[in-house]
């Protein structure tokens, strides 16, 4: 452990020896860049447009606010990330950022951002973002966390939240569009961090996390991953029969969703060794793969004007 | 009885390495500030509209 965290030291060094990217470390940028994509979704998807500088200086404080939450989960999670080899080297534990460097720091992105959206699109936009700030860093981190086993699928609804304020930017409401997609990643979230917490599972008994592998055990959390994984990938297809996505959107929807069902249910049933290993990394690589995925397609038809529209049969 | 406050302490010298990091680091904030800058510039144009000319003098 460094000096810099060591905090049963009698002493705490006043300076840290962090770089730019450190910070920018801070901000977990490839949640960040998830962030980005669905709540471009969420904007181009909504019923009306707003202008292109507006969009992009919104979209840009979306994601310092998004990535604010994860600098100030950091800076809460730092006595247990040192615990974790997944975590050990981030910048905190590592030693190479204060944790008072980086309470700052994610505090004043989080104010910057709230105030930027709020000047730039309007003020339902920033409180919602506000609203997503406080959940990730205080509810789910400071509470749900080290709390309950259901912890990543209350806490997943601040990484769903991005396409509702997304859609918040463009109409200054909420509709039925951004909700839908609220749903995907909600349900997504589950079986994408439970697949990752069954390899981790010494990691977390070692921080004291309660994560649903150590709680309910990994027969258990296998079969919910495969009935996430069932009730997601049809709610997956909702925006191709409600008219905001198109016949790509509909094609790519249904045969990546089941390919989750089955890597889903290969994690269900191969249950030891190396395989078992391998099956859960398949499934959490390709549940990123698959919301990246269903949301750039979203973007490429309603964002670039490139959709084979489908009739409408619901919504 | 609560634990005894722990003492800042600064550190002796900083390393040239320390110095070239702490630069790096300077200028990469200012770099931030000045698209800060551009970014509010830019966007104030594009909220204000045609009107940024339409002011009394």
């Known amino acids: ?315 | 009885m609560s634990e005894p406050r722990k003492q800042p302490v600064a550190p002796a010298a900083f390393s040239p390495e320390d110095m070239a990091r702490r630069r790096r680091r300077n200028l990469a904030l200012a770099l931030v500030l000045a698209g800060l800058v551009v970014f509010f510039f830019v966007v104030t144009l594009v909220k204000t509209g045609p009107a940024i000319l339409n002011r009394p003098l």
């Open chain 1, 1 to 315: 452990m460094s000096a810099a965290f060591d905090t049963r030291n009698d002493s705490v060094a006043l300076t840290s020896t962090g770089e730019a990217r450190d910070f920018f470390a801070l901000l977990k940028p490839r949640v960040m860049s998830l962030v980005i994509v669905t709540a471009l979704a969420g904007m181009a998807t909504a019923p009306s447009s707003v202008h292109p500088v507006i969009a992009l200086a919104s979209l840009l404080a979306i994601a310092v606010g998004a990535g604010a939450s994860g600098c100030l989960n950091m800076w809460y999670d730092a006595d247990i990330d040192v615990l974790m080899t997944r975590t050990a080297k981030r910048p905190i534990p590592a030693g190479r950022v204060l944790p008072s460097e980086a309470l700052a720091f994610g505090l004043t992105l989080s104010i910057g951002a709230v105030l930027v959206l709020g000047l730039v699109a309007n003020i339902l936009a920033a409180a919602m973002l506000a609203f997503t700030i406080f959940f990730y860093a205080v509810v789910y981190s400071m509470w749900l966390k080290r709390w309950t086993p259901q912890n990543i699928v209350i806490g997943g609804a601040a990484g769903a939240f991005p396409p509702m304020i997304g859609e918040a930017v463009v109409t200054g409401d909420l509709g039925l569009h951004s909700l839908v997609l609220f749903a995907i990643i909600f349900l997504w979230t589950p079986p994408h961090f439970w697949a990752l917490a069954l390899v981790k599972s010494a990691d977390y008994a070692r921080a004291g996390i309660p994560m649903m592998p150590n709680v309910a055990g990994p027969a258990a959390t296998r079969r919910q991953i495969v009935l996430y994984s069932l009730v997601m990938a049809p709610v997956a297809v909702l925006p191709a029969l409600m008219g905001f996505g198109g016949l790509a959107y509909l094609v790519v929807s249904v045969t990546t969703g089941l390919a989750m069902i089955a890597l889903a249910i290969r994690v269900r049933r191969v249950t030891e060794g190396e395989a078992a290993t391998k099956a859960c990394y398949s499934l959490f690589a390709f549940s990123i793969l698959y919301l990246f995925g269903l949301f750039a397609v979203l973007l490429v038809e309603n964002g670039l004007g490139l959709m084979w529209a489908l009739p409408k049969v619901m919504g």
